[in-house]
């Protein structure tokens, strides 16, 4: 018994060390970055451009896979049911991570359990807009218009987090008929078409068609002006404290992802982020693209978590 005894103690403690093994010699073929949006979109974009960088950063391909629908919960569950080897990761937003679990009736998962936070990505640039033929020049106008007309107007969102957003800048005394769409660039079709009366969209799409004149931005959720609309007031310089949602992403693996490999995920994405071709490209996009280690991140996330369902208790919202 005792020799028995022995042998477990050495597999025990062997662990650890084939656990470090691993992180030594990973990752040795590519790896799938998950992102639950259709081609063409914000996160669509960004999640391009950081998986070329992480590509060059290990050494090896880092392929997009796009899963669009059901506000990035199909790609969120296609991770969190992969391999916890690290070749599978996803590009989670908050709309996945924390607007789908607090807002659905019954959850899709448990977003502590179901997924490794790695690190964080960053923060989009969020745009109120508007076609130039809706005849407002400003959010006091807007809003005045709507509530002038209660449904006689329309908004339009790709994800929860723009619809929630959308919700809180409303109130309940101007009601606004919302249409869903499953990727910003459908959205923004339809806005410029002026089927679409306003939406939240994101910094990747928006500056081109307000240089064109084709679509005016009246404030932004950031919390200081974007370098790529310096005219655009954000939330709290027009008194609109309320507006609390903070657009992000970041990146999680699946359940029981190993802590060496973690750690080395972390590290490589980390300083993918501060590549100078990166960093370049993700100010193009308005995104404020940085990294926190896993427990850093963990932390960011639960607080995220709460604060958003804090605001959907608030407001007693419900979505279907």
Aim: proline content about 8%; overall charge positive; cysteine-free.
């Amino acid at each position: 018994m005792r020799r028995r005894h022995l042998i477990t103690l050495a597999a025990g403690a062997a662990l650890p060390a084939m656990q470090a093994f691993g992180a030594e010699t990973f990752p040795d073929k590519p790896l799938r970055l998950t992102v639950g949006f259709a081609p063409g979109g914000g996160a669509d974009a960004l999640t391009r451009i950081i998986a070329e960088g992480l590509s060059k950063q290990l050494g090896q391909q880092v392929i997009v896979d796009n899963r669009p629908g059901a506000d990035g919960v199909l790609a969120a569950q296609a991770t969190s049911s992969a391999k916890p080897d690290g070749y599978t990761l996803l590009m989670g937003t908050n709309t996945a991570m924390v607007a789908a679990p607090t807002l659905r009736p019954t959850p899709p998962y448990d977003p502590f359990k179901a997924f490794t936070p790695i690190s964080s990505a960053g923060q989009f640039s969020m745009f109120l807009v508007v076609p130039s033929s809706l005849p407002v020049k400003n959010l006091n106008e807007l809003l005045a218009l709507v509530a002038a007309k209660p449904g006689a107007y329309n908004s339009a969102s790709s994800n929860s987090a723009s619809e929630l957003a959308m919700l809180q800048l409303l109130g309940e005394q101007r009601k606004v008929v919302n249409a869903r769409y499953k990727g910003d660039m459908q959205a923004m079709t339809d806005l410029l078409g002026g089927q679409i009366h306003m939406m939240f969209t994101t910094g990747t799409l928006a500056p081109g068609f307000v240089k064109e004149g084709r679509i005016r931005a009246l404030a932004t959720l950031l919390p200081q002006r974007s370098a790529l609309l310096p005219d655009v007031p954000t939330g709290a310089e027009l008194g609109l404290g309320k507006l609390t949602i903070t657009p992000w992403a970041g990146f999680f693996g699946p359940p029981g992802l190993p802590q060496a490999i973690t750690d080395k995920l972390s590290r490589e994405l980390q300083n993918t982020l501060k590549r100078p071709e990166v960093h370049a490209q993700l100010v193009q996009q308005g995104f404020e693209g940085y990294g926190m280690g896993p427990a850093k991140f963990a932390e960011f996330f639960r607080t995220q978590y709460d604060a958003f369902g804090a605001t959907v208790r608030q407001h007693n919202v419900k979505f279907e």
